[in-house]
């Protein structure tokens, strides 16, 4: 299937050797961009959230036989992320790791 251009809203863009980023065609607006690293950093306006392999005892059981291992995938992630008892406004709002 051929895409269309009213098909697409995210867009990935690459501008020249070292920048790129996310932009909503349909928002009007870049969402997150890094910079090169000539220019020293980077500048996003989505949230960023920390989660270690401990969080996904929220969602997961653990891998029989170590209590302390889950095989978690990315599919995953978007679950915890999601469920009731993460707390990501708190991660959001104080840095929390």
């Given at each position: 299937?051929k ?15 070292d ?27 989505i ?11 929220i ?6 036989g170590?209590?302390?291992c889950?095989?978690a ?25």
């Amino acid at each position: 299937m051929k895409l269309k251009r009213q098909d697409i809203d995210l867009v990935h863009v690459i501008w020249g050797p070292d920048d790129q980023g996310v932009v909503s065609l349909r928002q009007r607006k870049w969402l997150f961009y890094v910079w090169g690293r000539h220019f020293g950093g980077h500048h996003s306006t989505i949230p960023t959230v920390g989660i270690s392999d401990e969080d996904f005892r929220i969602v997961m059981k653990p891998v029989e036989g170590d209590p302390d291992c889950f095989e978690a995938t990315w599919d995953d992630v978007v679950r915890l992320l999601n469920h009731n008892r993460f707390p990501l406004m708190n991660r959001l709002e104080n840095g929390v790791p």
